[in-house]
Each structure stands twice: as C-alpha cells, then as structure tokens.
C-alpha cells in the first residue's frame, strides 16, 4: 500500500491557551508544510509535543491577512505526537503531511 498526501485546515479562534491543530496518525507521518494565515494582528508560538516535551519550534509576529510558514524543513512525527499554536489573533493552519501506509 502506497504512502497517502493529505491537507488539513484547522480554524483557531481560541487565544492565549495551546491549541492542538495536528495529530500524528497511529503509524507516524512528515509533515511537509505548515502555512498560518492570520485574520488580524496576531502574536504567535507554534509546538511540538513528542509525549516527553512541549517546545516552542518558532514564533512570529503576523500583520492583517499575513502568510507564515514557520517551517523550513519537513517534521518527521511519530504516533500522537502533536503540533499547536498558541495565539492572540484568530487564524487558519493549513498542514500539508505524508501518512505511512
């Protein structure tokens, strides 16, 4: 069985907590690419959680209508591992991963 491409776009409009917008499948993925589009100004962190830590991967300050990418290289995640943004703005994620078959 072949590796599947998916897309996922979660909406985020809870501000000021750590909100999951991603979790690895049972048998891991890549994620190929995370885009933040921000609805207004907006502060953010985006997290890794791998079970034993939650780290800040990066952080940015978004204008208007602003596009971040906040990586540059595709995340290799094991089962339930997450990612999540903690934000002071509404925004949409939209994540791009490879699923292991």
């Known amino acids: 069985m072949a590796n599947t491409y998916k897309t996922v776009m979660v909406e985020v409009s809870t501000t000021g907590s750590n909100v999951v917008v991603f979790s690895a499948p049972s048998g891991g993925c890549i994620v190929r690419n995370v885009m933040i589009y921000a ?20 952080k940015a300050t ?23 943004v903690n934000t002071s703005a509404a925004l ?8 292991f078959s």
Do not use: C, H
């Not at 502060?43 to 034993?52: A, E, G, K, N, Q």
């Not at 540059?72 to 999540?84: C, E, F, R, V």
């Open 92 to 99: 949409n994620v939209l994540i791009t991963y490879v699923e």
């Open 62 to 84: 978004l204008a208007l209508d602003e596009m971040w990418e906040p990586f540059s290289t595709p995340l290799g995640m094991q089962s339930a591992n997450t990612i999540s």
């Open 39 to 58: 609805k207004g100004a907006a502060t953010l962190s985006v997290l890794y959680d791998d079970r034993t830590t939650n780290v800040a991967i990066n």
